[in-house]
């Protein structure tokens, strides 16, 4: 009687583990994207995520600069804005108090329409984010941006 709800476990244990750390990305054409402005993360409610701030913008500019995007110093002279957010939840986990956070990175034009859309994946402990981790999954989220506009 038990064995049916073990197996069932079991699945489910090792699709979560496949599906941990994937990133995700829902790119849509951009079409006419060149020079993009790049915000802020948006602060949160946990400090362990508003220090790595500064991580996640030098690494979201980079990336776009690598990929042949213009990051510009004004949201007036972009073609888009880059946005992006942490999501924080509070663990499942008993044996600790500690959230799980993953990072959301998208693309908008200059109407407000969402050209791009990608995420670290399922959320991990915020302990165990830091800049280089921030700055991996920034560059792994990018690399699913369709390529600029040439102009």
């Keep these: 009687m038990h064995l049916p709800r073990l197996a069932l476990l079991s699945l489910l244990g090792i699709s979560a583990l496949i599906t941990a750390g994937c990133n995700t990305a829902t790119p849509v054409s951009s079409g ?12 949160s409610t946990l400090h362990a995520t ?10 979201e500019v980079r990336a776009l600069s690598a990929q042949g995007f213009t990051v510009v110093a004004t949201e007036g002279e972009a073609d888009a804005v880059l946005r992006s957010s942490w999501h924080t939840q509070k663990s499942t986990n ?8 993953s990072l959301s990175v998208a693309l908008f034009d200059k109407s407000n329409h969402r050209l791009f859309d990608g995420s670290s994946g399922p959320g991990v402990a915020a302990n165990f984010w830091n800049d280089g981790r921030a700055t991996a999954e920034v560059t792994s989220i990018l690399k699913g941006l369709p390529a600029p506009v040439k102009k």
């Design 94 to 101: 008993n044996r600790s108090d500690e959230p799980t956070v």
């Design 50 to 59: 508003d220090i790595l701030a500064n991580a996640v913008h030098d690494a």
């Design 32 to 43: 006419k994207v060149s020079k993009v402005f790049v915000r802020d993360v948006a602060a």
